[in-house]
């Protein structure tokens, strides 16, 4: 784990050299339409039935799931292309539908090192470079699409004679799946790949699907039914402060439905994270100690009546008031409070996932 370790003040100033400054024609790249067999596409599990579009949810859900919750579900969050090719440089041909309102980042990992950005706005197709002059070998890439806006990949562009195959498997055949908050989809996280699930995800070489919602997590049947679809090799889930002030009866019939759907899946409830605005905040603060009092109840109880693969993780251990200077706002932590969050939540994962 200690090779996802980096040094954030040369992450940053890497981030914004790459972001929006190498923009290109890119005609002498050669292009290969997306979706196409050469690009293998994971976290978008109803891609198939979407397509084009990077929805996170499939397109027979419009209208049936809480808008809060669709409006959500059109940025591809945890969708990637993964291949293995020797390409000097990265192009990817890229549209946004409506324009920018967030800024809105494509990142490209090449093995398990953080390679290069590029970022878009307006509704006009662009090229965008995510990196150029790399040394000419072999290497697995990832491409990691925006978390926050709705966005479209239309090809992708790399040298000429460039070798082109598959990436190497994953660890495990089936995917992390992830249903839950802001916190989850990585509402402060300014770059995809770095929201806490995909940090988790890299550290354990695991496919993962991120169905992080902003706040609208909320565990209504429609979604769990949804979530409920994939084939998981386990479900975390983390609904935070976004459960809002409801009881906890729809928290317990997630776990429930889940738990009969899919009765030898490891299941992870993870209580509400920390926020500073439970510093001068009473009311906030309550809601906070309910929700945790109410979602670690809600695991224990159906552990101690013989559910083994049922876990509670406390969210402040995994990011408490010590962690208070990584934070973007006073709710979500930033791109470095998120990878602290990886890097404690990867080993209680791997812990129940490899032993079996």
């Not at 991120?210 to 084939?231: C, I, R, S, W, Y």
């Not at 490891?266 to 603060?285: D, G, L, M, Q």
């Amino acid at each position: 784990m200690n090779s996802f370790r980096f040094n954030l003040s040369r992450w940053a100033l890497a981030a914004v050299m790459m972001a929006g400054v190498f923009s290109a024609t890119g005609a002498d790249l050669k292009w290969v339409d997306f979706p196409d067999a050469r690009w293998e596409l994971h976290g978008l599990a109803w891609f198939k039935d979407n397509q084009p579009d990077l929805w996170r949810l499939p397109k027979r859900a419009q209208g049936k799931v809480p808008k809060a919750v669709w409006n959500r579900a059109i940025a591809p969050d945890g969708g990637r292309i993964r291949f293995s090719s020797d390409t000097t440089r990265l192009a990817l041909r890229v549209q946004m539908p409506h324009g920018e309102t967030k800024r809105c980042f494509f990142d490209v990992w090449v093995g398990t090192n953080y390679t290069g950005s590029a970022s878009v706005a307006g509704t006009q197709q662009v090229d965008l470079v995510l990196f150029d002059k790399r040394e000419h070998t072999l290497a697995e890439m990832s491409i990691y699409f925006p978390h926050k806006e709705e966005v479209r990949v239309l090809a992708v562009g790399v040298d000429e004679n460039a070798k082109v195959t598959a990436a190497s498997p994953f660890a495990l055949s089936r995917p992390m799946v992830c249903y839950g908050s802001s916190v989850m989809q990585g509402s402060g996280a300014t770059h995809p790949s770095r929201t806490y699930p995909a940090g988790v995800a890299r550290r354990l070489n695991v496919d993962f699907v991120n169905l992080g919602f902003g706040g609208a997590g909320k565990a209504e049947p429609e979604v769990v039914g949804l979530v409920n679809e994939l084939d998981a090799s386990c479900f975390v889930f983390d609904l935070g402060k976004s459960y809002g002030l409801q009881p906890g009866t729809a928290y317990e019939q997630m776990l429930d439905a889940v738990r009969a759907a899919h009765p030898k899946v490891p299941i992870f409830c993870i209580t509400p994270i920390y926020s500073t605005k439970e510093v001068n905040e009473p009311a906030y603060r309550k809601r906070s100690e309910d929700l945790r009092v109410m979602m670690r109840a809600a695991g224990e109880a159906r552990k101690k009546a013989g559910d083994d693969l049922m876990f509670v993780i406390d969210g402040l251990e995994l990011f408490g008031e010590k962690d208070k200077a990584l934070f973007h706002d006073p709710a979500h932590p930033n791109d470095e409070g998120n990878e602290r969050m990886a890097e404690r939540l990867a080993p209680l994962v791997e812990k129940v996932l490899f032993k079996r």
